[in-house]
């Protein structure tokens, strides 16, 4: 019953699965998601057992590229392919994912990376019940952009209270009205109310539920962009979603002092306007931003953000079709 795992570039993990129970020392640590991910499908009756492993990633760690999803859904198809014949649909493999890093790891994360990370390929993924996913067919480089990815240097590995407080307000919100969840809560209700939310919650929570309505009609408008092959409506509602994301939810940085995100964002203004795309990527405050890039301006692009970043700031990414799967 030990798992013994040697990452390229880490220290190894030797970890004992006969007793499954939390360690809070583990807190933060990929221990604590491989625990996490194995007392959660031993609790749904799926047999787990020990394995020896080595892995290598590119994905940067602390970067909002969702380096955790990536290793909890990595660790739980391990584990469904050699001791459950590959049974987990990728629904529940991410679900497991999330209860690792909520229950073990100790981020309340919600469960949009990884079910990304799971499922694979371009999706809409509707949370209101079960979750419901829905892959969607779009080629960005057959249309002439490439996926840029900007790392402006910044970790998420110290900013998991900036990140929960994000959906702490959210609930505050949603409770100030009687509600568990936010999405219960009909827009008008807070419009309406404004006044006695901000006395109560103060701004920033104001600013954020009305970021969280904005951003599902966005969602939605963006889906029906893709269908209709609409790229200038696609690029606009990204931009849309990534000032919101500034202005509103206003995750974009911890500290007055230190906004390399906001910098990023605003060098990709300057250089694509009129043509390309920029938000800030992942769950924000550090790490990096996604930027939709022109081909013929993407050589110039690049060279911008790495004479400010570094050499290796700069990743052009491709959408792969699988999710987890096992390669023969």
């Given amino acids: 019953m030990q798992v013994h795992l ?4 880490f220290a190894p993990i030797e970890l004992d699965l006969s007793d499954l129970s ?25 047999t787990v057992r020990g394995f020896d492993g080595a892995a290598t990633s590119n994905v940067l760690t602390g970067s909002g590229l969702s380096s955790s999803a990536a290793f909890e859904v990595l660790i739980c198809a391990i584990f469904d392919a050699l001791y459950s014949g590959m049974k987990v649909d990728p629904i529940e493999r991410a679900l497991i994912a999330q209860y690792a890093e909520n229950a073990y790891f100790g981020k309340p994360c919600g469960l949009m990376d990884q079910m990304a990370s799971s499922v694979g390929g371009l999706v809409y993924i509707d949370f209101k019940n079960e979750p419901k996913v829905q892959p969607l067919q779009y080629d960005f480089a057959k249309k002439g952009y490439s996926l840029v990815v900007v790392n402006t240097g910044g970790s998420h590995d110290d900013l998991t209270a900036e990140y929960a407080a994000i959906r702490q307000e959210m609930t505050a919100v949603a409770q100030y009205f009687g509600e568990d969840v936010l999405r219960r809560v009909r827009p008008e209700q807070l419009y309406q109310d404004i006044g006695g939310v901000r006395r109560k919650l103060g701004d920033r929570a104001v600013l954020r539920a009305m970021h969280y309505y904005e951003e599902n009609n966005r969602v939605s408008s963006l889906v029906k962009a893709i269908e209709q092959d609409d790229l200038e ?7 849309a979603s990534g ?17 390399p995100l906001c910098v990023a ?7 694509l306007h009129g043509r390309g795309a920029w938000r800030v990527h992942g769950g924000g405050f550090a790490g990096t931003t996604l930027n939709l890039v022109p081909q013929d301006c993407e050589e110039r692009f690049v060279q911008h953000m790495s004479a400010v970043y570094g050499d290796k700031a700069c990743y052009v990414l491709s959408v792969r079709a699988e999710g987890a799967t096992v390669v023969f």
């Fill in 243 to 259: 000032r919101s994301s500034w202005m509103y939810l206003q995750n974009v940085y911890a500290k007055n002092s230190e906004q």
């Fill in 233 to 239: 409506e696609i690029k606009r509602l990204l931009i």
């Fill in 265 to 271: 964002l605003a060098m990709a203004e300057q250089q």
């Fill in 6 to 9: 040697h990452s390229e570039g």
């Fill in 22 to 46: 939390p360690v809070p020392e583990e807190q933060g640590t990929p221990a604590a998601l491989i625990r996490g991910t194995a007392a959660r499908m031993r609790d749904m009756g799926l």
